[in-house]
């Protein structure tokens, strides 16, 4: 099921199967002037675009059909962990554990359990959508969650609240994330943007030149199946020569804001995660060098609250005793150009 969310407006659903030719399947008939629209789905309580003053921001899927194939996990919800786990096994305090992801393709099991679940609307409003969820415990993830997402909607700016609560009776390791894609700028089509670190001075982010304004010190060296080396973490200097086209790094002791030039303008983004350890609270860049539709007109820029392989190297960081919830808020503002 879609609903779209208006600022200033009202609130609509749009309806059951997206299979219906249209571009987002049923619409409400009726118009209402509005700043800002965003659309989001049911299935993995997917967020499928956001719009401000007629500018398309998020690079999502164009209907159900496509979003069920899960190719690129568009704006994904990612829970109980994000990106890869090295063969799909974990141990959970000396137990090794067999996971698959929820699409169940990827030897790596990658970006989690919920991406492809049904959820439910909570709670509906004229600017505020919320999302529920529970999954049940395996025994891959012997660990019973209760996911909630929240979309907060105003006339420039979209927040996403992510709260997972343990539902078992011992403490659960509990990895989050997002993965949305966001359009690029219209001067990096083909990419040629130049990215800062907090290694280069902290000098001024130049924004008329398109620059990212990233602000981490360190990032994780991977291998080929994109799972972090024995000793992971290298200083981060910026991307002298324009983010490179196969980028798929993640970020590490970061800034909690970046800025960054999308289509029309610049966004600001915010992400309250921890920071410390490292591998705790990551940026991660993918330059949607492989995407089926769309390659390398969007990038996705992934708050998650550790690194890829966290089951395997900072379980004890992501615990969260039973009753309490791990949660993540990002602020997203979008800046038209002048």
């Given at each position: 099921m879609l609903y779209t969310i208006k600022a200033g407006g009202g609130t609509f659903r749009t309806g059951g199967s997206t299979d219906t030719g249209n571009e987002l399947g049923a619409r409400a008939s009726h118009t209402v002037a509005t700043q800002a629209e965003m659309v989001v789905s049911t299935i993995g309580a997917t967020i499928m675009s956001w719009t401000v003053g007629g500018v398309d921001l998020i690079d999502g899927y164009l209907d159900e059909t496509e979003l069920r194939t899960f190719a690129g996990h568009r704006s994904a919800i990612l829970v109980p962990w994000s990106n890869r786990i090295r063969n799909g096994v974990?141990?959970?305090?000396?137990?090794?554990?067999?996971?698959?992801?929820?699409?169940?393709?990827?030897?790596?099991?990658?970006?989690?359990?919920?991406?492809?679940?049904?959820?439910?609307?909570?709670?509906?409003?004229?600017?505020?959508?919320?999302?529920?969820?529970?999954?049940?415990?395996?025994?891959?993830?012997?660990?019973?969650?209760?996911?909630?997402?929240?979309?907060?909607?105003?006339?420039?700016?979209?927040?996403?609240?992510?709260?997972?609560?343990?539902?078992?009776?011992?403490?659960?390791?509990?990895?989050?994330?997002?993965?949305?894609?966001?359009?690029r700028a219209e001067e990096d089509l083909p990419n040629r943007l130049r990215a800062t670190s907090q290694n280069m001075e902290n000098r001024a982010v130049d924004q008329r030149a398109g620059e990212w304004n990233l602000g981490a010190s360190y990032y994780v060296l991977t291998d080929d199946d994109v799972i972090p080396l024995d000793e992971p973490f290298a200083e981060f200097y910026g991307f002298a020569d324009g983010i490179p086209d196969e980028c798929d790094a993640s970020l590490v002791d970061v800034n909690r804001n970046i800025d960054f030039p999308v289509r029309g303008g610049r966004l600001k983004m915010c992400a309250d995660f921890a920071t410390t350890p490292l591998g705790i609270g990551t940026w991660h860049v993918f330059a949607g060098q492989n995407l089926e539709r769309g390659a390398l007109e969007s990038v996705a820029v992934e708050p998650c609250t550790a690194m890829a392989d966290a089951l395997n190297r900072l379980r004890e960081h992501m615990l969260v005793e039973p009753g309490q919830a791990q949660e993540m808020t990002v602020n997203l503002e979008y800046v038209p150009e002048n």
């Open positions: 974990w141990d959970d305090a000396g137990v090794l554990r067999k996971v698959v992801d929820a699409g169940n393709h990827d030897p790596e099991s990658l970006h989690g359990l919920v991406y492809d679940a049904e959820f439910t609307v909570a709670q509906l409003s004229d600017s505020r959508i919320e999302l529920v969820y529970q999954l049940e415990a395996s025994a891959g993830y012997p660990y019973a969650l209760a996911v909630s997402v929240t979309y907060e909607l105003s006339a420039s700016g979209l927040t996403m609240r992510l709260s997972v609560k343990n539902l078992a009776d011992k403490p659960a390791p509990i990895g989050l994330g997002w993965h949305p894609y966001f359009f």
